[in-house]
């Protein structure tokens, strides 16, 4: 549980039905609950690096990865991830601009709950992730699109749309005199 909850008199740590969401890595789902340091290995790591600008995510609904704009340079591409629910009423996103937005492998499953009091995570059936899908342009303003239920790996990763993560270049200015 990465954070307390205070008030005037007091900080309290996983004392409530807290839970926390956390990406996880290409594991495999293993037997449920995973408590203790048995949870490492399916949590992913990251870094933190000064950049000299934002990054930013750059969507595009068809089967194309998007180009960087002109005078910005590639980080990583990926697939558009809009946002999870968790078991209950609970769940997360950020904007579409955010370099979160773009992850560079695409799961059913991109997260795992961890509840407070317990101290477990677990892989909930009942947690969803929302991927932004391919809309090809000739269906762009037509009917309502075609419904189905994508199982097979290869078929989900094929409607999920791609991303590619920039940042602006920095330009050294000359001044002359």
Not at 47 to 66: F, K, M, R, T, Y
Not at 136 to 150: C, I, M, N
Request: with cysteine; hydrophobic share 30%.
């Amino acid at each position: 549980m990465p954070f307390s909850y205070c008030n005037s008199a007091a900080c309290h740590y996983a004392s409530r039905n807290d839970k926390s969401y956390w990406l996880t890595t290409n594991k495999p789902v293993p037997m449920m609950p995973v408590s203790g340091g048995e949870i490492r290995q399916y949590i992913s790591r990251c870094v933190v690096c000064e950049a000299p600008a934002p990054a930013v995510a750059v969507h595009n609904q068809d089967s194309n990865v998007p180009n960087c704009p002109p005078g910005w340079s590639s980080l990583w591409i990926g697939y558009s991830f809009l946002m999870h629910t968790g078991s209950g009423d609970e769940g997360g996103g950020q904007s579409l601009t955010s370099p979160g937005s773009c992850l560079k492998d695409f799961r059913t499953q991109p997260f795992v709950e961890c509840q407070g009091p317990r101290g477990t995570c677990h892989y909930f059936a009942n947690i969803y992730s929302f991927w932004l899908t391919r809309v090809s342009y000739e269906e762009e303003f037509g009917a309502a699109p075609q419904g189905g239920t994508l199982k097979a790996a290869d078929q989900q990763r094929n409607r999920i749309s791609r991303c590619h993560v920039c940042m602006r270049q920095r330009q050294i200015m000359q001044l002359r005199f």
